[in-house]
């Protein structure tokens, strides 16, 4: 059985990008039914480049596409009338945009007061940045992330993803969630507003707190955790690299036993957590020759199979053909507008036991439009005047194919 909690819950989406598009994503693989409200031109990840074609096909799967110009008075009386049968409303223009075009919180309150209004923003809608225009970089920049990634001396570093952008979806999402919950229990129907920079600020809780109790800034380290050794630690192999970590007082010594250098636990350079910390470099250099040259997968066999953590580094091939990956049907297919399948990652969890498989569909720029506008009342006169206009666009695909 395939578990969606939220069927028959319908969501209007005016993000482009990133975060507010894998919100909806999510909620789409969730069972939700979402409109895409995209500029006749199409949202930017429509451009052309290959980053552009990756974003629509891993965060757009499932939706339903109407183009639709909101700086035309028709076209927001279009999407008036969208959101006024929605149970939530997505939104992450440009600040301040969204008020100008008259889509503003106050106005969906007026027109849906069950709507959920969710807002992401790069700096938050309260400080003086509340105006900047943010993107996952800028918030890795202003949040500390960068500060702390890259190796000792080096300059700061980038993480090698959109990490931010990814973890706002899934922030947003949870932030969705609960509010629907509330509504359907207390009667009660709350803004959900989330930044950018909250959430790189989030994912460092522990840093932060950090900081606060020792009053030591963080620094870039390279690998490695900077409190305790060895954790998260990179060490070379025969045809690669691992990362290990054996600091509790459980699994030092059991990690020194397991390579044959029981005398490591008890050599005062690494007796205990802080002289390893000191002692890092000369720690590794002996946990190296201590594995004698053997493969990354002879360390995660070796390492694993006596309790200790231990990670071999993947390059994506690799991580695509790993057993746990296969056996946990960590990917699912999508289908592109022009038929063509593509592989993507399924969401990070199982409901009942089973996981999500759905095969959902790209919608091509304005696939939808006329269907969605038939179905908030447009007669067959009012449509074609409004395509006439240029006020809403079809493309000719748009009578190929429905949404799974």
Request: proline letters at 4%.
């Amino acid at each position: 059985m395939i578990h969606r909690p939220l069927e028959g819950i319908r969501v209007v989406d005016f993000g482009q990008f990133v975060a507010a598009p894998g919100a909806s994503q999510s909620l789409v693989d969730l069972g939700a039914e979402v409109i895409k409200v995209e500029p006749p031109e199409g949202d930017w990840v429509r451009s052309g480049t290959s980053f552009g074609e990756s974003i629509l096909r891993a965060y757009n799967r499932g939706k339903r596409s109407i183009a639709l110009d909101l700086k035309d008075s028709r076209g927001l009386e279009v999407a008036e009338r969208l959101v006024s049968d929605a149970d939530v409303v997505i939104q992450n223009m440009r600040p301040g945009a969204v008020e100008a075009l008259g889509l503003g919180p106050d106005r969906v309150r007026e027109l849906n007061p069950r709507a959920i209004y969710a807002t992401v923003s790069g700096f938050g809608l309260h400080g003086p940045s509340r105006h900047r225009p943010g993107l996952d970089i800028a918030a890795q920049a202003e949040s500390g992330l960068m500060a702390i990634t890259g190796e000792l001396g080096g300059r700061p570093l980038r993480v090698g993803t959109t990490i931010v952008d990814a973890a706002t979806a899934h922030v947003l999402t949870e932030a969705v969630l609960a509010a629907l919950l509330e509504r359907e229990r207390f009667g009660r129907v709350a803004a959900v507003e989330v930044s950018l920079l909250e959430v790189a600020l989030h994912l460092q809780s522990a840093d932060w707190t950090g900081y606060s109790i020792t009053g030591s800034t963080p620094c870039r380290r390279g690998n490695g955790q900077p409190g305790v050794a060895p954790a998260a630690d990179l060490i070379e192999t025969s045809d690669g690299y691992i990362v290990l970590s054996g600091y509790s007082a459980q699994h030092w010594p059991r990690l020194c036993e397991v390579l044959g250098r029981a005398d490591l636990a008890t050599d005062p350079r690494f007796a205990d957590n802080e002289a390893r910390v000191a002692n890092r470099e000369k720690l590794l250099s002996e946990l190296a020759v201590a594995l004698g040259g053997r493969t990354s997968e002879e360390c995660v066999q070796l390492l694993a199979s006596n309790g200790l953590v231990v990670g071999a580094v993947r390059s994506y091939d690799q991580v695509r053909e790993s057993d746990d990956v296969i056996a946990g049907e960590m990917f699912t297919r999508g289908e592109h507008f022009d038929g063509s399948a593509f592989d993507v990652v399924r969401v990070p969890f199982r409901l009942g036991g089973e996981c999500e498989r759905t095969m959902r569909r790209v919608p091509s720029l304005g696939e939808h439009s006329a269907e969605i506008a038939t179905g908030i009342g447009y007669s067959a006169e009012e449509l074609d005047a409004l395509l006439q206009a240029g006020v809403l666009s079809c493309k000719e695909s748009s009578a190929v194919g429905t949404p799974a």
